[in-house]
């Protein structure tokens, strides 16, 4: 039960303090759409989702205006499109784009590959396909799995996305690479994630079920302010209670849009999700903490310390905590982040060693347009190295700005906000990508 003083507090956090339900994400499972004529099986994915999806937009608009909390966007996650198609993929992507359309939702996930292992042929095809896609559709995103912790790195897939990231680039070159914003590569991707563009309704998922992201950095900030100079005890615990109080919110959206759509609930994702808005950054958050900006020495311990916090926090305030559920660092996204890497305070290395502690990746960074596919590949290697090995997740979603260069900016509006063009290192590594297979599953992925 949600206490008088808690819906006080909640109205406090919406009207001054920038806090919303970031997502309500219906995740819908299409295996049963599969078959061997393309255009059938998109007839069956454009009316599954129809069918399943047709209220999730007027419901979460109703829980708005009933509860006053603001919820900015409603999606919907498929099952990765690889493991339906059995042909040529493209006539599904369009099926997808245009159900994502009909039902009025912000974005649709799932125009994915999980391919840390290996590849099917329907893999191989949807790769091929993915830049022409993303530059023809317009609410369609797309991921793909290239490493795990028990699988190793797939070489041979981190250099295929090296090449796609720059084709997607291109082809959507008039809106500064807006594609390369619709397409992440991960290790360790996991079945529930609500957030874009790395979403799909994993194999281990049901039928259909409700994910729900929460929000709130300018919150923590706020409750930050009022414990300044406070030694660092003081700092998590106070984030944690932020958390605590974030989730609840989350948890009572969850259930209501459950009960009301007759889907069963999911999770909730505790992740501090940025908006380019000034008051809602997790770069301002460390600043808080007592760092000039972000990317100055003891960034990343900070960092660390949020992360921790607001998982203990959030676990407590509800019983089906997953997805990502961390702190998202995402440039473009972030004002705090653009500023620190617009000051030269944060660059690509800083934000990789970052990546080690906070909830995914390196996220939304424009980098110049001449950045070689291996260069691309080789930083996708390099993150896909730190998931396996700590067993995480994380991600990489960059964005080579063609025809700009380093101290550029690029502009994509909205949510995705605008951002810096980053220095990519010069030094060439065409030799080692060049190399293929697998690097192998470190020792303590094996724990049977």
Known sequence: MIETGEILQT???????????????????????????????????????????????????????EFGIPIVNKRISVTPVSLICQSDPRPIARALDRAAQAMGVDFLGGYSALMHKGATMADERLLSSIPEVLAETKLLCSSVNVASTRSGINMDAVKEMGIIIKKTAELTSATDGLGCAKLVVFANAVEDNPFMAGAFCGTGEPECAINVGVSGPGVVKVALEQVRGQPFDIVAETIKRTAFKITRVGQLVAREASQRLNIPFGIVDLSLAPTPARGDSVAHILTEMGLEMAGAPGTTAALALLNDAIKKGGVMASN???????????VSEDIGMIEAASAGALTIEKLEAMTCVCSVGLDMIAIPGDTSAAAIS??????AAIGMINNKTTAVRVIPAVGKKAGDRVEFGGLLGFAPVMPVNSFRNEDFIARGGRIPAPLHSMRN
């Open 320 to 330: 089906h905590v997953g997805g990502l559920s961390g702190a998202f660092i995402p």
């Open 378 to 383: 080789g930083i996708i290697a390099d993150e």
């Open 11 to 65: 109205l406090r956090m919406i009207q001054k303090e920038n806090f919303d339900i970031r997502t309500i994400t219906l995740g819908i499972n299409l295996l049963d759409c599969s078959d061997r004529d393309a255009a059938i099986c998109a007839g069956r994915v454009y009316e599954k989702i129809c069918r399943i999806a047709e209220n999730l937009v007027p419901t979460g608009e109703h829980i708005e205006r």
